[in-house]
């Protein structure tokens, strides 16, 4: 059974940085496609940065120049490095794991950015 949590998530003050991880079990970690979504209050989920199994690298327009998403398949954990934090960051930031076809996330981890 695939298990995906998240952790690393707080309170920070703009311009501040987070770096958030993604643990999952059950699962061939190099064989996956792994994202970093987020949704605020009153708003859609809307991807924040991916990495595809090939290899492949996409960023939100937003994310970019500011966060990088990385991998360790030998841990198992993605990560996602978040600098330059402003308060439109703020937002519960999940991570999606793909694996033949089928789609597993965790339950969130709250990211809060202060003016």
């Known amino acids: 059974q695939v298990h995906v949590v998240e952790s690393g998530g707080g309170s920070v003050q703009a311009g501040g940085s987070l770096k958030l991880s993604c643990a999952a079990s059950?699962?061939?970690?190099?064989?996956?496609?792994v994202g970093w979504y987020r949704q605020a209050p009153g708003k859609q989920r809307e991807l924040v940065a991916s990495?595809?199994?090939?290899?492949?690298?996409n960023y939100a327009d937003f994310a970019k120049g500011r966060f990088t998403i990385s991998r360790d398949n030998a841990g198992n954990t993605a990560y996602l490095e978040m600098n330059s934090l402003m308060p439109e960051d703020t937002a519960i930031y999940y991570c999606?794991?793909?694996?033949?076809?089928?789609?597993?996330w965790g339950q969130g981890t709250q990211v809060s950015v202060s003016s």
């Open positions: 999606n794991v793909v694996q033949y076809r089928s789609s597993y």
């Open positions: 059950g699962t061939i970690f190099s064989r996956t496609s």
């Open positions: 990495f595809t199994n090939g290899g492949n690298i």
